[in-house]
């Protein structure tokens, strides 16, 4: 295909004039064929990499996605672009809605699928039937043990893209080391991958750090840094109740402001409520968890405050990349006090089991294999156990790699399960050490001295852009006394059959 | 608390020490068990089952320890059954003045108000962007079905789409005025509109300087009230009647038909209709073309488009004839005959309007 055809066809599908930064080389090579690996920064329309060659190919393009909630937004805002042919399978579809999706499956071009959903045999079995022509590994550095994010269900493509007769396969991340790129294309069980490897730094965002003694005081400077601001700001927190508090002080003090929070927590009812009025200019900060932001595409976010950091870099550079869409000018703000240290820690032991846990979960196999029974649901057995999910996820893919499960079916061995115990026990612990490693990082960042970009970034890619904007506040941004302008925020409350006449675009305003 | 704090003190009367606080809980939340059921009937608190879904149980308790504290009920500690006192009683007196006559009618509706509540929110949704021209929007919902249901009604709407949320709006208007100040200013900014989203209850909490759980009663109170004032008056409320399940269905329509209709309108696809009601395919495509002869407004276009409709209604318009084999012959088998079936019926109506 040409490659003026291919623009005609982004102008078509999409309505852009051109493609960003990276999309028309992925494509190109996407379509004729190639095995392709793309790394391209967070809000630069990865996406676009593989919707388009969908539309324009023969066969059915399957895309590997690991979270839910992501699945979902793409899927609802392809729909509201006017592509109908697109559908997810996941885990939270009843059985009969599962049914009823795999008996119509043909008649899609685009499917998501979580990885998990992709072991259960009659999805896999279906999709085998379909003429795949691309298979889309998304958030790809989930297949790494090296990535920010491991999913062991990954390890398991390499295996599914054989059975679906070979497709062509795209890999693609935000955020991945040159070790995390060189371990997707092994772990996918690729010799050879076109790489698209792309800077993340964003030339549009100037940093800032500033240190506090007290989290409290980060809600003080927080609202003088707002006050005389008009700008869509998020501000991330890694707990709820931090988020809810905040929102409440900040609401109170900046009344001019239009504050909310959101978290997973919440009635979904409420959370697209929440999402919907900050993508529609409606709310002007949004005090938020990590759940938050997965499918927004908000043009305009102003300031990223962290307020707590995240556990890595790579989450961090992801968080941050959601400021600044429209090329514009942005800032990211980091508030850092020492206690913040103990959240991320009790966040990443949380992820994994501890010691009673193992001994716990071997007893209960154990029984089940006495008795002649399978391994019930994963909700089940975490529930008996009082794991968290991803906890049962890391010790069910260990047993599941030294032959104490096969498939749902528990295998005994008294001294093989005795090495496992020792064995999952020192995992635990350098999972544990790992994972505090690359928090250390993050951390350092924060302490050390220079320019932010540059330390920031340096794991990541050998040279920068030269940002366009002011660098940081060690380069000599004076972010305190910068201001986006004002504007008179407009909050009043109505009747409600004023307010009722402006849902239905009624009266003068409207007619 | 008001309303909240009234509807707790109503249980706690009804029940006069009979249950704890934890039979309370179940009864708002809805749970499943018979013991439950059997209580909500026999303390006559039918009217309150499953009214508050999302509430938590500590919260639940919370609001119980607060009116013990302000000397509403006491709680015997032996056995943790809250009853009222003297000045609860009277209390509840007054509120009951303020709050009745209340219009909650859980043990019926509890399962129809949910699916209620999204379809009107995304059709309130979905018709403004409409008007406005915005056919690229994000619903504010996730469900699916919701999303079928929203679009097969409002294509039976959209010829007259001006007229049609006219009417939406003064019906709704005038319901709202029925009810207080303070729910119908809750109410109506919980709807969303093409560029005004509705609020979250948290927010809505902030700005009418209300507890959260009067916010959600109120929404819930209303909603019950608008449900049971569109099914007791149809004919006063046409355009929200839609959203009402009816009582009976016309009764042109043979049972069966009405029970597919009722999958249909539920956003199923006729594949699963026929799994689901074990009938052959050729079964439920002969209710389908029921419906369309007897209903004028049935929405042919969920399953032909525009272009085959013209297609197969030029060639029924050359040949004069309404003998199925002979269209399809001169079709060359383009389509099935449940299409042309369709087409017909649809076709039948026009003819029958022109006429008029």
Known sequence: MSNRSLEKELKHYFGFDTFKTGQKEIISDVMNGRDTLGILPTGSGKSVCYQLPAMLAEGVTVVVSPLVSLMVDQVKALKAKGFKRVTAINSFLSQEQKKQLLSQLSHYKLVYVSPEILQNPLVKERLKTLPISLFVVDEAHCISQWGHEFRTDYLKLANVIETFNRPTVLALSGTATPEVQKDIVTQLGMTDMESHIYAMDKENISFAIEHVEHPNEKLVKIEQLLKYQHAPTMIYFSSRQWAEKASGELSSNLPDKRVAFYHGGMEQSDRLLIQQQFMNDQLDVICCTSAFGMGIDKKNIRYVIHFHLPTQTESFIQEIGRAGRDGKHSISVVYYSPSDDYLPKKLIQSELPEAPDIQKTLNYLFNLYQSGAKLPVDELVQQELELTETQWRFIKYHCHQHHLLYQQTIVFNRDKWKDFHTFLTNQVENRFQYKMAKFSELISWVHRQGCRRKSLYQPFQTSLKTPVVPCCDFCGFDWKNFTFGQKEAVMIQQDWNERLRDIFLLGDKHE | ?356
């Open chain 2, 1 to 356: 608390m008001r309303v909240f704090e009234y509807i707790l003190l109503r249980c706690i009367n009804s029940i006069n020490g009979e249950r704890t606080a934890a039979g309370i809980y179940n009864l708002l939340v809805g749970k499943r068990s018979s013991q439950t059921l059997q209580d909500a009937h026999a303390y006559q608190l039918t009217d309150f089952f499953a009214i508050y879904k999302p509430l938590e149980r500590i919260e639940l308790f919370h609001a119980i320890n607060q009116l013990k504290e302000e000397g509403k009920i006491f709680i015997k500690s032996e056995d943790e059954r809250p009853e009222l006192t003297a000045y609860g009683n009277e209390h509840l007196g007054r509120l009951s003045n303020e709050w009745e006559p209340l219009y909650f009618n859980g043990i019926r509706l509890h399962e129809k108000i949910g699916l209620f509540e999204e379809r009107l929110y995304l059709y309130i949704q979905t018709i403004t962007n409409m008007k406005k021209g915005n056919k690229q929007f994000l619903p504010i919902t996730d469900r699916n079905d919701i999303l079928r249901w929203v679009k097969m009604n409002y294509k039976a709407n959209k010829t007259h789409l001006m007229d049609h949320i006219h009417s939406i709006y003064h019906e709704l208007y005038s319901l709202l005025s029925e009810v207080n100040e303070e729910e119908a200013a809750v109410f109506t900014y919980r709807l969303t509109g093409a560029g005004l989203i509705g609020l979250s209850k948290q927010q809505l909490a902030d700005m009418f300087h209300l507890p959260v759980h009067n916010v959600h009663l109120h929404i819930q109170h209303f909603l019950h009230h608008l449900y049971q004032a569109i099914e007791n008056k149809p004919g006063t409320y046409p355009s929200l009647s839609i959203f009402v399940e009816e009582k009976e269905t016309s009764h042109l329509i043979t049972n069966s038909a009405q029970k597919t209709y009722l999958f249909i309108k539920q956003g199923m696809d006729l594949e699963t209709i026929s799994e689901r009601r074990r009938l052959k395919m050729s079964t439920i495509h002969d209710h389908v073309v029921e419906m369309a002869l007897v209903q004028p407004d049935f929405p042919v276009s969920l399953f032909v488009s525009e272009q085959e409709v013209k297609e197969i209604s030029q060639v029924m318009d050359e040949l004069q004839t309404n003998k199925l084999k002979s269209i399809h012959d001169a079709l060359r088998g383009k389509f099935d005959y449940f299409f042309i079936r369709l087409v017909q019926a649809r076709m039948q109506h026009q003819k029958s309007e022109a006429k008029i």
